[in-house]
């Protein structure tokens, strides 16, 4: 490529060299750089994110530089490439040093005509490739095919996710992975990459119906899609015929492509669809991380202390039994005990085993009991015998990982906390890994509702007497008890979340890690035991079972009513403010609540007569503001006319639908003196979750969990249905203090005027000490589109990069926002929240 030549100019004072950094567009980047000196070509220096990534020769031919500077050589242009690994989707840094390490101007990829800077920010991504195509409705299912490549080149693989909408509205979410023979025959590919859906008895029928078939996250239309269809066969073969023409020839293409690009493909991701092959990379993983720990720990003089490992027995599976016993005896870490308590099983095969193994290690123990005592108090007698520093509480059938007790003993060294716990997993009678409970750091509401907590838990000996017994009351939810009496005497920094997965929970067809029916009384068991821990604390709430399930709801029985003011920012949009309103007005049972609409430059007429209409109302009142749209500086603004003590952010397309919608809100905010901001449960109108909180983290700044879910699924252990603490919640619901809301600043109204506001505001509310709840039980309709909206318009682009900037300048150093502790580090924050998994290398 020739260009006109820029005259030349020094690069620095007193520099030798002269050049110009031309264009950086797509991830190539061009220029030239002369050496007055004669002495060859000059070499520069790439850095990325201020490392230094490659070195670059300017000696390629650049004749326009030549004539327009009358050289003798024409070789002193540069190109380079950005590496692949920084096409990530992050936001990086470039610049360009010469020899002498002064910095070369660069000139700006988006304003060609801006002065050069000498860094330039830039942030890139590989977008995925798509082959599909839809089959159409047969015998009433849709059917059809997608697969998928992670990047241009890369293999085709199936099992990717996919939405359908009829008419417009979301009827199913669901992943290509059925068998398509015929597919595989002809491209040569993935063969698990079909879908085949029933519809609905009541879309069937004459009337015709549009179908819309997309990717998912990204909103890729298959190909084939839409179409218009009465639900009925009709004459698709021509289609698959056509269809089948189009395959021949992508085949003759991919046959030609696929042995030059084989080396290159990158390894697919992962899911929890297939756990089982991200755990068989994580665990060799995790093992070196752990040695390498051990290594610089060598020679400080550390104390290993004892840890006592209980063992409650009753008539175990013979092998099961021995696998768990032999799992302790594998441990890295040795200084420890292993109590077995044989609950009066009285079977002499189990007697003969736990004997043998006594005998084969001094450090095994047994206590045999006389007479059946119970998980609890099984438990209880090996408590009793315990007598090392820290007990860890271990299932006669389950597996503890290798390095579990050394992982947890310097956990507890290097945090002091007094109670830990990690993450965990299930085995099933074929050794395959499968549904892993990742947990948060510790999560007290979340708590509440289920006993998240489980495997694996060691405690210190001496907070264990003082929690005391396990109480068979509670049988079948002892160990929620347990964890809540610690709560009691023990402060949030004291226990701590492990964040390695060192425990797997053995699945067989018995346990109640296949069938909660299997122990139902423990879910009585466990209403009460959340009852009366609130109880013991003083606080009045009512407890119940969600569904029949170990999750339990808590209703907050308090009898204040503080002031509620409700802040509406609208723009004409009569008719969608005119419901928010009305549903406000007439289904809201707390009476302690007023609502200010914040009337941003309306310009219809109609508006005009709905602002008179609604200011005549005693609860409402209107607040104009002829500024440019500022979301921040809007809510700002009406927060400066009420003296409230609560203040309730809500978008005008948000409709409540239960009258205790606010007395559930108050209730979760006077829960504790902590609690900073409550956020709601928002449905979309096809009732498929649009929020359920928020996670945090430099690779998406904020994403919605669940999005797109079901309203009648459960979430990743229970998230949709539990009320827990998180680190964000949208504005559009959003309940906060309002001194809490002033210490901190209210919303950034300079920097983050429409996108990230609601996310630095919880971040600051976190910052200071407070925490965020999402209340499943307050429900609203949110009607804002299914697709991103209006950031993705290009007159918007400038800014939302702006807002994207700030964002993270401003907390990428802050734990919250690095890793946030409500969300299990090992899911990724860009993809899909709770499904997608970070690679075990990234850990």
């Not at 607040?623 to 400066?640: G, H, I, K």
């Not at 309730?648 to 009258?659: G, L, P, S, T």
Request: with cysteine; charged share 25%.
């Amino acid at each position: 490529m020739t260009t006109k030549a820029t005259p030349p100019s020094p690069l620095a004072a007193a520099s030798v060299f002269i050049g110009h950094f031309d264009q950086f567009v797509e991830g190539q980047a061009r220029g030239w750089v002369i050496d007055t000196r004669g002495v060859g070509a000059a070499r520069l220096h790439v850095l990325i994110d201020q490392q230094e990534v490659m070195q670059i020769l300017c000696d390629q031919e650049r004749p326009d530089v030549q004539a327009a500077l009358g050289l003798p050589i024409s070789n002193v242009g540069f190109e380079f490439t950005i590496p692949e690994k920084f096409i990530d989707g992050k936001p990086h840094e470039l610049s360009v040093r010469l020899p002498d390490r002064s910095v070369l101007p660069l000139t700006h990829p988006t304003d060609p005509e801006a002065d050069p800077v000498p860094v330039i920010k830039f942030t890139q991504k590989f977008q995925p490739q798509y082959q599909s195509f839809v089959d159409g409705v047969k015998q009433g299912a849709l059917r059809g095919w997608l697969l998928k490549a992670e990047r241009p080149g890369a293999e085709m693989h199936g099992g990717c996710m996919i939405s359908v909408m009829v008419d417009g509205v979301r009827i199913a979410q669901a992943r290509a992975d059925r068998y398509r023979g015929d597919v595989a025959a002809v491209l040569g590919c993935d063969p698990n990459c079909g879908f085949e859906i029933p519809i609905p008895q009541r879309l069937r029928g004459s009337t015709p119906r549009q179908f819309k078939i997309v990717t998912l996250p990204d909103n890729t239309e298959l190909n084939g899609s839409p179409f218009v269809t009465s639900l009925a066969d009709d004459a698709l073969e021509t289609r698959l015929v056509d269809l089948l023409g189009v395959i021949d020839g992508l085949h003759r293409q991919l046959s030609a492509l696929r042995q030059e690009v084989r080396d290159l493909v990158p390894r697919r991701g992962y899911n929890l669809g297939d756990y089982n092959r991200w755990a068989q990379k994580y665990y060799p993983l995790l093992r070196e991380r752990t040695a390498r720990q051990r290594q610089l720990e060598e020679g400080k003089g550390y104390e290993e202390p004892l840890v006592s490992i209980l063992c409650p027995t009753y008539r175990p599976l013979k092998s099961d039994f021995e696998a768990a016993i032999n799992s302790v005896l594998s441990q890295t870490y040795q200084n420890w005990e292993l109590i077995i308590v044989d609950d009066a099983g009285k079977c002499a095969q189990t007697t003969a085993i736990i004997n043998a193994f006594c005998k084969a290690d001094k450090r095994i123990r047994a206590v045999p009991l006389k007479k059946n005592a119970g998980i609890s108090g099984a438990t209880n007698a090996g408590m009793d015998a315990a007598r090392g520093q820290y007990v860890v509480f271990f299932d006669h059938d389950d597996l503890m990982v290798d390095v579990a007790v050394e992982v947890m003993v310097r956990a507890a060294r290097e945090t002091g906390a007094r109670l830990l716990y990690s993450d965990e997993d299930k085995i099933d009678q074929a050794g395959y890994f499968l549904e892993p409970n990742l947990k948060p750091d510790f999560n007290y509401r979340y708590l509440l509702g289920c006993n998240y907590v489980c495997h694996l838990t060691m405690v210190e000996a001496d907070t264990m007497r003082a929690i005391g017994h396990l109480k068979s009351d509670y049988d079948g939810a002892q160990d929620h008890d347990f964890i809540l009496r610690a709560t009691e005497i023990l402060k949030p920094s004291e226990i701590h979340h492990v964040p390695e997965i060192l425990y797997h929970w053995r699945k067989t067809p018995n346990s109640t890690a296949v069938n909660v029916a299997n122990k139902t009384y423990a879910i009585e068991a466990g209403v009460r035991c959340v009852h009366d821990h609130l109880k013991r604390r003083g606080v009045k709430a009512k407890v119940s079972s969600i569904r029949g399930l170990t999750l339990y709801g808590v209703q907050w029985l308090t009898r204040k009513t503080p002031k509620v003011t409700i802040i509406i920012p609208f723009k004409d949009q009569v008719e969608t403010t005119r419901q928010c309103v009305e549903a406000l007005l007439t289904k809201t049972a707390y009476k302690a609540f007023d609502i200010i609409l914040v009337n941003n430059w309306s310009v219809e007429d109609e508006t005009a007569a709905f602002i008179e209409e609604m200011q005549a109302h005693p609860k409402v009142s209107v607040l104009t503001v002829e500024e440019p749209f500022n979301y921040s500086r809007l809510n700002n603004l009406a927060v400066e006319q009420t003296k409230a003590d609560y203040l309730m952010f809500m978008n005008n397309d948000v409709f409540v639908e239960h009258e205790d919608w606010l007395h559930i809100a108050i209730g979760e905010a006077l829960s504790a003196p902590d609690v900073g901001a409550v956020g709601a449960k928002l449905l979309y109108p096809n009732d498929t979750i649009q929020h359920a909180g928020v996670i945090v983290g430099p690779a998406g700044i904020g994403a919605h969990v669940h999005r797109g879910d079901p309203v009648s699924e459960y979430g990743f252990i229970g998230r949709t249905m539990l009320s827990h603490e998180v680190t964000a919640v949208t504005a559009a619901a959003m309940l906060v203090r309002a001194d809490v809301f002033r210490e901190i600043g209210g919303f950034d109204e300079k920097e983050l005027t429409v996108a990230y506001n609601d996310v630095d505001l919880c971040l600051k509310i976190r910052d200071a000490g407070y925490r965020i709840i999402f209340c499943a039980e307050i429900v609203a309709y949110h009607h804002e589109s299914l697709s991103r909206g209006s950031d993705d318009r290009p007159e918007h682009e400038a800014r939302f990069f702006h807002e994207t900037q700030t964002m993270l300048a401003r907390w990428s150093n802050n734990p919250l926002f690095e890793r946030d502790p409500a969300y299990p580090r090992y899911f990724t924050v860009d993809h899909q929240p709770f499904f997608d998994l970070v690679d075990p290398e990234t850990l």
